[in-house]
């Protein structure tokens, strides 16, 4: 099996995983403490807590909490459910659907087009009644980078708070220019069941899971293996920054001549160099990867995937129906390696050509 879906989840760093075992132990250890107890060993899984949550920050802007929650979905929720004040929520077209599907639940919403290159122009108007700006960082779908700086700066002008989901971003570029950050773990070789919400000073959110308060605007017993295992590959990401994006491009470079008959979808420049997202006008996606099934590789988005319905993110760049369902996405990263790259564009490109 070769693993190319890194867009949906990443393998666990080693050096998260050994954070982490210390923090699961049983009965006879001393790791399994409740973070939340006064005693000694709470006070010792607290202090786990609290050395992964300066770890997590050190990837975030200065001026702001880190808060821990189950996923970046919970990070979501909260801060767009919980920003404070009345008046419309400006998005994307493109944004995941935990940010999409809340702020039309929330009613209200209104959603800014991108261009045929995913990219979301910072010109376009947001109704006067704004009080809450929500723009990804990086594309899960098609890896577009978006001017979140800009956008951070617009929001204020019109006095909303700006939201941006930095899932696919956080671990590879410095994420900056928010009001409210959501991340997760698993997205950047951390365990699975952790994300975050950083919040900027002064910024009082209302909780939306009540209980304990235990992360102030969240409750909820923390668990320290997954807050351990999140700083770590946090601190391991930051190290590794430069070396990972290197590996990344370098695979990037090799990707586009091994797929040069397909067409990319989105920008080939403002874009994360570890998402490919491309299309092949009258091919059988799901043929193609039931031919294919040695490799770990999605038809759109994971989350969009196996339902059936186009995706909304290849739609609003301009794609037909059958373009978007003739579209896959590979994803790679620290652990990919040029000889699986090549190895899965043998097989793809086989698979397609049988097709033809
Ligand atoms: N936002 C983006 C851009 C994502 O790619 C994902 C995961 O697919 C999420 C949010 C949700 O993250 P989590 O799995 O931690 O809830």
Redesign the pocket.
């Known amino acids: 099996m070769i693993y190319l879906d890194y867009?949906?989840t990443t393998p666990l760093a080693p050096e998260a995983r050994d954070a982490m075992l210390k923090w699961l132990d049983g009965p006879d250890g001393s790791g399994f403490g409740n973070p939340h107890s006064p005693h000694r060993m709470g006070r010792m899984a607290a202090a786990a807590v609290e050395l992964a949550r300066e770890q997590v920050a050190a990837l975030l802007p200065p001026g702001g909490k880190v808060h821990f929650t189950g996923?970046?979905?919970?990070a979501?929720n909260l801060a767009m459910r919980g920003a404070p004040g009345k008046g419309a929520i400006s998005v994307t077209s493109i944004e995941?659907a935990?940010v999409i599907d809340t702020a039309r639940a929330l009613g209200n919403c209104h959603e800014l087009n991108v261009g045929a290159d995913g990219q979301c122009n910072v010109k376009q108007d947001i109704p006067a009644n704004t009080k809450l700006v929500a723009v990804?960082q990086v594309?899960?779908e098609i890896g577009v980078v978006q001017p979140t700086v800009e956008f951070h700066r617009k929001a204020k002008e019109a006095g909303a708070l700006f939201f941006t989901?930095a899932?696919?971003s956080a671990g590879k570029m410095p994420v900056t220019g928010a009001d409210l950050i959501?991340i997760?773990a698993?997205?950047m070789h951390g365990p699975k069941g952790i994300?975050a919400l950083w919040v900027r000073d002064g910024i009082e959110l209302d909780p939306q899971i009540t209980g304990g308060l235990q992360e102030d605007v969240r409750s909820g017993t923390l668990s320290p293996a997954l807050c351990a295992g999140f700083g770590a590959a946090t601190a391991i990401a930051l190290e590794r920054s430069e070396e990972d994006a290197a590996h990344a491009q370098a695979l990037w470079d090799r990707a586009r001549e091994l797929f040069h008959e397909w067409t990319l979808n989105g920008s080939a420049e403002a874009r994360w160099h570890g998402n490919l997202n491309i299309r092949m006008d009258g091919i059988d996606v799901a043929r193609l990867m039931s031919d294919c099934r040695d490799i770990m590789f999605s038809a759109g988005s994971?989350?969009a995937s196996g339902s059936g319905r186009p995706s909304h993110v290849l739609k609003a760049i301009g794609l037909s129906d059958a373009q978007a369902k003739s579209s896959i996405r590979l994803g790679w990263g620290r652990y990919s390696s040029m000889e699986e790259l090549e190895a899965v564009a043998g097989m793809i490109n086989n698979a397609a050509a049988q097709q033809g």
């Open positions: 867009q949906a996923s970046a979905c919970e979501i995941h935990a990804m594309n899960n989901d899932v696919q959501a997760s698993h997205k994300g994971a989350c």
